[in-house]
């Protein structure tokens, strides 16, 4: 045991010693932040305005079209259609929106035309044509002498309020805040998993490459190198995500401080707000609040350094065995789409099943299955999990880490003194025997 603390400790400060390590983890948060600001920054930048000609033969939609900060139309009936054609190609507009004069309104709207250069967003074509409808479907009343006014009155505008079973009011959306929360704690440990997975793999391979390796391996056993490797790379991943959240908390207050942003449970509901804000959207806005509070914060915490390790672990073992088993990074591309498609799958599940039924069988399976359990369970804990379903996941996950672990050193074993020579998956097999 001493010898593999002395591996660990070897591992920890070799890590945290490294220039690159000691300046990603402080200049990351910043890089960050900035990173932040600068799409900020940019949301607020105003696209250019287009000109849109609207050449209407009919003289019943030009009313229609309202300016926005994006388009801008311009009531071009009496220019001749073949003139703003050529316009259209010397760029002097975005496009011509050309209707026809049709007495039929059936067929006009077969015949309407967007021209232009180039193809136009699918929600822009779809706003033109909900105005154009809308129009063509008032013109079809007045047709049949029915009373238009009287028709917009009796159009029911429906707004189902949610509330639980216990008789309490929630609010919609909460759905996909809960998937958001979770999606950014799985997305965080996806990525610490491929970038300390491949520091562990990197170190490998830099020792095997040197030779040192040989030197080292006359002292240990290869499993207490591997396993000293690993805990020792995952704590200096500990470290440097610890320092990542005080530098973003200290961040945050000086936000706070400094440049007058809100960042407490109360977020955007300042006293002026809500002494000026209407009473529903205020209460609405209440609502959030007190569900964001009800969220088990505490056990998505403590699951995400559980999760974290767990499925860290896994991996590392995995990119371990990698990095024993090849000379250099570049032969080491054909063993790493195993270790990226569960991790892929993962979030994929965790979108496309979890938002929709985080109950259902495919979340509930995939969040158990060990390789994708660390993001997928996380994805589901806003949502409410039975605490046997967490503790079952996290046996599997440690247990199926034992395992991998078991194999990986029998691979590390072997090929940690293996030179000049690129495996085969075949090979890798053989050597789980030896």
């Not at 009496?78 to 049709?102: G, N, R, T």
């Not at 860290?312 to 065995?321: D, E, M, T, V």
């Not at 804990?381 to 050193?409: C, E, K, M, N, Y």
Request: charge should be neutral.
């Amino acid at each position: 045991m001493s010898i593999l603390k002395l591996i660990i400790k070897r591992e920890f400060v070799a890590k945290v010693r490294n220039k690159s390590f000691i300046v990603m983890t402080f200049l990351s948060p910043l890089l960050m932040v900035g990173l932040a600001a600068f799409v900020g920054y940019l949301s607020t930048m105003k696209s250019d305005v287009k000109e849109i000609a609207v050449h209407d033969e009919s003289n019943l939609f030009v009313k229609e079209f309202k300016n926005s900060d994006e388009y801008h139309y311009l009531n071009k009936s009496d220019v001749d259609l073949k003139v703003l054609k050529d316009s259209i190609i010397s760029e002097k507009y975005e496009a011509i929106l050309y209707i026809p004069k049709i007495e039929d309104n059936k067929e006009l709207a077969k015949k309407i035309q967007y021209i232009s250069n180039d193809s136009p967003s699918l929600s822009y074509i779809d706003d033109l044509e909900t105005i154009i409808g809308q129009k063509l479907t008032k013109s079809n009343f007045e047709k049949a002498n029915l009373d238009t006014l009287a028709i917009k009155n009796a159009e029911a505008k429906v707004d189902i309020n949610l509330a639980k079973a216990s008789g309490e009011e929630t609010v919609k959306g909460l759905n996909e805040i809960k998937i958001f929360i979770g999606a950014a704690f799985g997305y965080l440990i996806m990525m610490f998993i491929i970038i300390y997975g491949n520091m562990v793999m990197r170190s490998v391979i830099e020792e095997k490459t040197n030779r040192i390796i040989e030197i080292i391996i006359s002292s240990v056993k290869p499993f207490q190198l591997m396993m000293g490797k690993i805990i020792g790379t995952s704590l200096a991943g500990v470290l440097q995500f610890v320092i990542w959240a005080l530098l973003g908390g200290i961040l945050l207050f000086i936000g706070s401080a400094f440049l007058g942003i809100n960042v407490g449970p109360s977020s955007g509901v300042s006293s002026e707000m809500m002494a000026t804000a209407n009473h529903g959207v205020a209460a609405n806005i209440q609502l959030y609040v007190n569900e964001f509070k009800n969220l088990p914060i505490a056990t998505l915490l403590v699951s995400f350094i559980v999760y974290f390790i767990g499925g860290y672990f896994l991996y590392s073992s995995i990119y371990a065995a990698i990095g024993a088993a090849v000379d250099n990074e570049t032969d080491s591309q054909q063993f790493l789409l195993p270790i990226i498609l569960p991790l892929m799958l993962g979030v994929y599940v965790g979108f496309f099943s979890v938002l929709n039924d985080p109950h259902g069988t495919v979340a509930t399976v995939f969040s158990m299955i060990p390789l994708t359990s660390p993001i997928v369970m996380l994805m589901r804990i806003p949502f409410g999990v039975p605490w046997w379903q967490i503790v079952l996941s996290l046996v599997l996950l440690f247990g199926t880490f034992f395992l991998v672990v078991w194999f990986a050193s029998k691979i590390y074993r072997i090929g940690i003194l293996m030179y000049g020579k690129k495996p085969t998956w075949k090979e890798l097999y053989k050597w789980l025997k030896y």
